[in-house]
């Protein structure tokens, strides 16, 4: 199988820089083995399988793939890893960022250059449970996806375009996702090649293009791009949890707003997403005071 390895300009975390790609526990288009990380991707070339390994003595990442799509993952390897991206363009400007970074200066921001594998299921991550969309995503890889090139046969590449437009609508209802989520995906999947054409543009000019299309809005767009293009200013916007977390966090307060957060962040223009993303890797959140949202099943409905 064809294989290269990649060195990285400094300390490296892979775990840390692909995990964000995983889509809860049981995703079967990701796995992580002890050291090793797994991915089952749909490239321009056909599926394809990576499995990157980390080698710390060396300060190197070994990684091997299966199947049509294997030189493409191989020939952008360094970019998924985070060649590409800079994290000193960030300059803390809050203790507890500062404090993250250096706890964790091998972090990098993945970069995949494939839309619809994250579009597609940040749309199944709309208004429900992480649990509620995991099991979405499970499930309809399971059912429609296809085998994964490679030795691992419990991993799954996820359905072409056509396989997504295909799948029937109780199939959808047996997964839990309503016919608003399920619409929107299809309406992204029958303009999937000008939806991938956002991997290769600037963050601006890539969420217009994400967001032309009924249901797919800001915070959408951007839980998209940040794994798209890696992109440090990829702020999300709209989420339930985020805009409280970063403000207990840089200010002790609670229930703050999307617009008190963009104000925190600031200072960070150009790196908002790195910043969130330190203050999420710091783990200082705030107590839980509610229980949490029961996970719904309209398959039951």
Do not use: N
């Amino acid at each position: 199988m064809p294989a290269r390895t990649w060195v990285p300009p400094g300390p490296y975390d892979l775990h840390r820089t692909l995990g964000v790609l995983a889509r809860g526990p049981g995703d079967p288009a990701f796995a992580v083995r002890g050291d090793e990380i797994w991915r089952a991707c749909r490239t321009p070339q056909g599926p394809g399988t990576l499995r990157c390994a980390a080698r710390p003595a060396a300060g190197a990442v070994d990684a091997e793939a299966w199947g049509p799509g294997a030189d493409w993952l191989l020939e952008r390897l360094p970019e998924l890893l985070g060649e590409c991206d800079d994290p000193a363009a960030l300059t803390p400007r809050h203790r507890i960022v500062h404090e993250a970074r250096r706890r964790h200066p091998g972090v990098r921001l993945a970069r995949t250059g494939l839309v619809l594998e994250s579009l597609i299921p940040s749309v199944l991550e709309q208004k429900v449970t992480s649990d509620e969309a995991y099991r979405a995503w499970r499930l309809l890889l399971q059912r429609h996806g296809e085998p994964a090139p490679g030795p691992w046969d419990r991993m799954r590449v996820m359905p072409d375009p056509r396989g997504w437009t295909l799948i029937p609508s109780w199939e959808w209802h047996r997964a839990g996702v309503e016919d608003k989520r399920a619409a929107t995906i299809l309406r992204a999947v029958r303009a999937a090649r000008r939806m991938e054409e956002a991997a290769g543009m600037d963050l601006a000019a890539a969420t217009r293009r994400l967001t032309a299309i009924e249901g797919i809005g800001p915070w959408t767009a951007a839980e998209t791009l940040q794994r798209v293009l890696g992109a440090p200013d990829a702020v999300t916007v709209g989420d339930l949890h985020l805009p409280k977390i970063i403000g207990y966090a840089l200010t002790g307060r609670r229930g703050t707003t999307d617009t008190e957060m963009l104000d925190l962040l600031a200072p960070y223009e150009g790196q908002r997403h790195r910043a969130a993303r330190l203050v999420l890797l710091s783990g200082r959140t705030p107590p839980r005071r509610a229980p949490r949202f029961p996970v719904g099943d309209i398959a039951r409905l």
